[in-house]
């Protein structure tokens, strides 16, 4: 055996050997980017009718609609913002601007989601029945909401948002709503 050759055959070892324990470090079989879905940016507009203070009895639903947006990711997690105007219906009102995170799974054409959401409102309410004469009160204060639904999708870029719940605090001066909210309406995906 030649000298050359053996210093040849040292060094083509030594080569595989750091290649075996590096070589996936240093290269990647792979040719291109990492392919990664899109987040779903989306807009919605819903029909939305609320119990204002469901501990009172005598106070009549609100109507009036919602509307916001969200950005969700393809795993589990989002954030969605949105607002509401409910004034038809009673004296009563409620207008909202709320943001917080969204959790939402798809499941074929079916999307279940739920949001935790804090923001301000607006509340007019009416006093307790024991107050005379009855006045309105209107104040503006703290708001969380706890909500959930169900989007079906129709096509890529629409969805029908065939329901929704929320049970939200409003924390008003002088009292604290707790208003009932059952919504219904279409969302549009922009990407």
Known sequence: MNRNSFFRKQFVLQF?????????????AQVGPAARLAPDISIFA????????FRYLYDRAVYGFSAGGFWQTRRLVGVEVRGSILKWGSDQHEESALGGPRFARRFGRFTPYGCGLVGGGNAWSRNLADKQPPFIIEAIGLQWSILGGVDVRLTH??????????YSKIYLSNRTLSALNASAGLVYRIN
């Open 16 to 28: 595989i050997t750091v290649l075996t324990l590096f070589g996936p470090h240093i290269a990647s």
């Open 46 to 53: 819903t029909a939305t009718g609320a119990k204002p203070n």
């Open 157 to 166: 870029h629409i969805r029908i948002r065939a329901g929704e719940l929320a």
